[in-house]
């Protein structure tokens, strides 16, 4: 379109306006008032649409259709990666628990390693007590010069079924090592627990350790031992080492050495000196530390359930192959040999086991009661069970008449 010669003026401009009788003539119109009603309703129904929209997607959830507790850490991640911020569960302040009766015990930082003195391991040592007054001053004798730290060494006791003064002995030995101040400090605590089993107590050492009170008497110390056991064992202990009060010698780095070996359970031999004319004989003591034979299975399958056997008499032939009858002190005194049973003279034990549920069977299992017992159970739950043969802790001398083999030789 040309424009006039002149430019557009106002007046040019009007010449070329439709007249506004035709604009409202146009506006008035029924097709023009329903054309302008449907873009409206259209205007409307898109605004609506897009806002439906928009509010959709704060309900959207991407990922698995699962509950969050449900999805594994992949589909997690895909998840979160969608949100603009974490997402939280639970958006209360924590809970404090400042109840003093409320203890948390975190056994997960409880080992027992072979660098246990570097590691600060605690060990408890526990012994049983029946009429023991005539050997608690030796004990504590050799107890003072164990070369371990002696404040991460606990002591604990069970005193039962005694007819002497063991119990004021104890207090005064105790006392008396604890009082001592030189190079070595005191122990770190020191328990004492009574219980009577009402055992009796009216037996020699003959009767004591004939065949016939076997099974008796070595159900009652499994008692005495697990009453012990649980009174006295910590959430901090690390290792378990058994002593009987009775061992007139034994070196002084005992636990450094049984624990450097790093097993579940370890166990030393045990001999006693005789003297006899003028000549120390070398007493072979302890006929509980074995290793199972052949003949013995054999034997295991012919008794009945109920049945305890014991080593040393002539009643059961079990041919098993003592620990007594392979060692020499003079020879390598780490060299290890798996065990079947064991003896409770000297056992070094750790805590994690007796938590698991090894403890001494006041019953018959597998035919073995008491330390026996403990080794077979031990090894039924897959825990290690070893002695060392050549390696020498000293018993007293129980002054025991020979005969109880009849013509069957000891080893």
Same mark, same amino acid.
């Given at each position: 379109?040309?424009?006039?010669?002149?430019?557009?003026?106002?007046?040019?401009?009007?010449?070329?306006?439709?007249?506004?009788?035709?604009?409202?003539?146009?506006?008035?119109?029924?097709?023009?008032?329903?054309?302008?009603?449907?873009?409206?309703?259209?205007?409307?129904?898109?605004?609506?649409?897009?806002?439906?929209?928009?509010?959709?997607?704060?309900?959207?959830?991407?990922?698995?259709?699962?509950?969050?507790? !449900?999805?594994?850490?992949?589909?997690?991640?895909?998840?979160?990666?969608?949100?603009?911020?974490?997402?939280?569960?639970?958006?209360?302040?924590?809970?404090?628990? $400042?109840?003093?009766?409320?203890?948390?015990?975190?056994? $997960?930082?409880?080992?027992?390693?072979?660098?246990?003195? #570097?590691?600060? !391991?605690?060990?408890?040592?526990?012994?049983?007590?029946?009429?023991?007054?005539?050997?608690? #001053?030796?004990?504590?004798?050799?107890?003072?010069?164990?070369?371990?730290?002696?404040?991460?060494?606990?002591?604990?006791?069970?005193?039962?079924?005694?007819?002497?003064?063991?119990?004021?002995?104890?207090?005064?030995?105790?006392?008396?090592?604890?009082?001592?101040?030189?190079?070595?400090?005191?122990?770190?605590?020191?328990?004492?627990?009574?219980?009577?089993?009402?055992?009796?107590?009216?037996?020699?050492?003959?009767?004591?350790?004939?065949?016939?009170?076997?099974?008796?008497?070595?159900?009652?110390?499994?008692?005495?031992?697990?009453?012990?056991?649980?009174?006295?064992?910590?959430?901090?202990?690390?290792?378990?080492?058994?002593?009987?009060?009775?061992?007139?010698?034994?070196?002084?780095?005992?636990?450094?050495?049984?624990?450097?070996?790093?097993?579940?359970?370890?166990?030393?031999?045990?001999?006693?000196?005789?003297?006899?004319?003028?000549?120390?004989?070398?007493?072979?003591?302890?006929?509980?530390?074995?290793?199972?034979?052949?003949?013995?299975?054999?034997?295991?399958?012919?008794?009945?359930?109920?049945?305890?056997?014991?080593?040393?008499?002539?009643?059961?032939?079990?041919?098993?192959?003592?620990?007594?009858?392979?060692?020499?002190?003079?020879?390598?005194?780490?060299? #290890?040999? !798996?065990?079947?049973?064991?003896?409770?003279?000297?056992?070094?034990?750790?805590?994690?086991?007796?938590?698991?549920?090894?403890?001494?069977?006041?019953?018959?299992?597998?035919?073995?009661? !008491?330390?026996?017992?403990?080794?077979?159970?031990?090894?039924?739950?897959?825990?290690?069970?070893?002695?060392?043969? $050549?390696?020498?802790?000293?018993?007293?001398?129980?002054?025991?008449?020979?005969?109880?083999?009849?013509?069957?030789?000891?080893?």
């Amino acid at each position: 379109m040309l424009l006039p010669k002149g430019g557009v003026t106002w007046k040019s401009a009007k010449a070329r306006l439709p007249p506004w009788r035709a604009v409202v003539v146009l506006l008035t119109r029924p097709r023009f008032l329903i054309s302008l009603a449907l873009t409206g309703i259209l205007i409307l129904l898109w605004r609506g649409i897009s806002k439906s929209a928009s509010g959709m997607q704060n309900f959207y959830c991407y990922g698995p259709p699962k509950s969050p507790m !449900e999805m594994t850490i992949n589909e997690m991640n895909a998840w979160m990666a969608h949100t603009q911020t974490p997402v939280i569960f639970n958006h209360h302040e924590p809970y404090v628990v $400042n109840d003093s009766s409320i203890v948390n015990i975190d056994l $997960n930082d409880i080992h027992s390693t072979r660098e246990a003195k #570097e590691n600060k !391991e605690r060990v408890l040592i526990l012994t049983p007590l029946r009429d023991a007054a005539p050997h608690l #001053e030796k004990y504590f004798d050799l107890l003072y010069n164990l070369t371990y730290p002696h404040e991460l060494i606990d002591l604990a006791f069970l005193v039962g079924d005694s007819q002497d003064d063991t119990l004021a002995v104890l207090a005064r030995e105790l006392n008396r090592i604890q009082d001592q101040v030189e190079d070595k400090i005191a122990f770190r605590s020191a328990t004492i627990i009574q219980k009577e089993f009402g055992a009796d107590t009216g037996m020699d050492v003959q009767d004591r350790h004939s065949f016939a009170a076997q099974g008796p008497r070595r159900k009652a110390i499994a008692r005495a031992r697990n009453y012990l056991l649980y009174s006295a064992l910590k959430p901090d202990h690390s290792w378990v080492y058994w002593r009987d009060v009775d061992i007139v010698d034994s070196p002084p780095t005992i636990l450094e050495d049984f624990i450097f070996h790093n097993r579940d359970i370890l166990v030393p031999n045990i001999w006693f000196h005789r003297y006899k004319d003028g000549r120390d004989v070398e007493g072979r003591f302890d006929y509980n530390s074995w290793i199972e034979s052949d003949k013995g299975r054999r034997l295991r399958q012919t008794l009945d359930p109920d049945t305890i056997l014991a080593e040393g008499y002539k009643e059961y032939d079990t041919g098993r192959e003592y620990l007594v009858g392979m060692g020499d002190w003079r020879k390598n005194k780490d060299e #290890e040999v !798996e065990l079947d049973g064991i003896g409770g003279v000297n056992i070094l034990v750790k805590a994690d086991v007796h938590r698991s549920g090894i403890n001494f069977p006041a019953y018959a299992f597998e035919n073995q009661a !008491e330390t026996e017992g403990f080794a077979r159970m031990a090894k039924r739950a897959g825990y290690e069970v070893y002695g060392l043969p $050549n390696y020498i802790v000293w018993h007293i001398d129980t002054e025991e008449k020979p005969g109880n083999l009849g013509d069957r030789k000891a080893y």
